[in-house]
């Protein structure tokens, strides 16, 4: 799933390669920084913030540091960072907004947020899946929390998303861990009907995925946030 997203967001690379600058703190990136080891992005210490210890080696790099903490009540000063990464991070948040008021209150004035979230999501890192986003909640929150939009980028479309669903399908119907739950009963029309959705899914995400390159930016998959604390 992350190498999925990877590959299918470069602008959020371009956006990270442009902005990212001085000391940065990646909320809830787990290893996301491995993802950008290689994209030459400048800064002078990398934070990780993550709600409980990882098992994963995040890097041989002095300035990289994992912080065990709660994204929504950190104990980081006020204007620590000059910028903060979410990375589909905020889903699995049960209360979002305040995530966003800390995320503000802990960085710098003139410091940038880069925040991708996703809009038309199947079910994923279940049970902690608890919303997708239109860009008109970024919006919101954007006001809300006193910040500067600098730019609102749909990623994807209607078919990309079909594509996306399609895919995730397969990977539902065959309960793989965390996009699916136990208490999620299957009738007996779904095991009769499965093999014609199997081959419904194979001849159509590829269709999808041609339909996708004129796609509509209405259902976008996600929507790159990019944002600025106000200077004064």
Known sequence: MYMARDLRSGALFDAI???CHGDVLDVGGWDFFESIKKRKVGFDSW???????QDVDLSDDPRVKLVIGDGCNMTFEDDRFDTILNIQVLEHVFEPIRMMEE?????KPGGIMIILLPTTSTMHMAPYHFYNFTR???EEAIRHCGLEKVSLTPLGGVWTSMAS????????????????????KRGLLFYLLYPFMLLFAALSFPLCLLFGLGDLQEEANNHLVVVRKPSN
């Open 17 to 19: 390669k442009r902005y």
């Open 47 to 53: 934070t990780v913030l993550e709600v409980e210890r």
């Open 103 to 107: 995320m503000t209150r802990v960085l």
């Open 136 to 138: 008109y909640w970024s």
């Open 165 to 184: 669903h399609l895919l995730y399908f397969v990977m539902q119907s065959v309960r793989v861990k965390g996009m699916s739950s136990p208490e999620i």
